[in-house]
């Protein structure tokens, strides 16, 4: 995988970025990015030195336009599409990184593009980013984890709204909704977000990783099991801190 590829990655200082390789489409989304980042984020799930993702999208029109529509038929069947679809699952392997995962976003943020940024724990925007799930006025509903994990972000009524009327939404919009964690001006984007990285790998590793999970499988639960599965992953880092040479 190199930098002529859909999508690849860099390490540096025990921090991947991961870049989404298309400009000159506004990184639409298609098959060959899905399949790159599949081996990218396979790839930083094994790699024990990483300490944070940060994604990112090349050229200055946006982080990602969405689905590449032109490829909408070019597949053998749904049966197989859908196959291959779930058999290469990106964002199951975003949502479930043991690190802290961030995605700087700009410009264009449409349908799958938002969706991939969703998966992630954090969404550093440029105060100029537009952002749009057209999926319902195509006639489609989003497939790329957008039903679900929108509405786990900012509720159900406003993520219906957003959905259903397929409306465009500004950064500002996104930030007061909750989307957004961080706002910048373009100069500052990439500072503002190695700065949240910063504040989060300077943490216990094993607490911060426990952490991520206490709160994405709570939330997947009522508050009661909630709080079984927090307790138990808080008995888990105790014992591992008493059990582990200082």
């Not at 098959?31 to 300490?51: G, N, P, Q, Y």
């Not at 925007?125 to 509405?151: D, H, I, N, Y």
């Not at 190695?194 to 990783?209: M, R």
């Amino acid at each position: 995988m190199t930098q002529n590829s859909a999508a690849y990655y860099e390490v540096n200082d025990n921090k991947a970025y991961v870049y989404l390789n298309r400009p000159d489409q506004i990184n639409a989304f298609n098959v060959a990015m899905r399949d790159d980042l599949h081996s990218i984020f396979t790839a930083i799930h094994i790699d024990d030195s990483l300490k944070a993702v940060i994604i990112s999208g090349k050229g200055e029109k946006g982080f990602c336009s969405g689905a590449d529509l032109t490829e909408f038929g070019s597949t053998p069947s749904r049966v197989v599409a859908r196959k291959a679809r779930y058999l290469r699952d990106v964002w199951d392997l975003i949502q479930n990184l043991p690190i802290p995962s961030i995605a700087i976003l700009h410009g264009y943020t449409i349908g799958s593009g938002l969706e991939l940024a969703m998966c992630c724990d954090f969404r550093v925007a440029e105060f100029k980013t537009q952002f749009r799930l057209p999926e319902v006025a195509l006639a489609m509903l989003p497939f790329a984890t957008g039903s679900q994990t929108l509405p786990r972000l900012i509720g159900n009524p406003k993520a219906l709204e957003l959905l259903l009327t397929s409306k465009w939404f500004t950064a500002e919009e996104a930030s007061d909704l909750g989307l957004i964690n961080r706002l910048a001006e373009s100069h500052q984007l990439k500072a503002v977000a190695e700065n949240l990285v910063s504040e989060l790998i300077d943490k216990p590793a094993t607490a911060l990783q426990f952490a991520k999970q206490a709160i994405k499988r709570g939330a997947e639960n009522h508050l009661s099991d909630g709080l079984v599965i927090e307790q138990k992953l808080a008995e888990s880092i105790f014992s591992l801190r008493t059990t582990q040479p200082k």
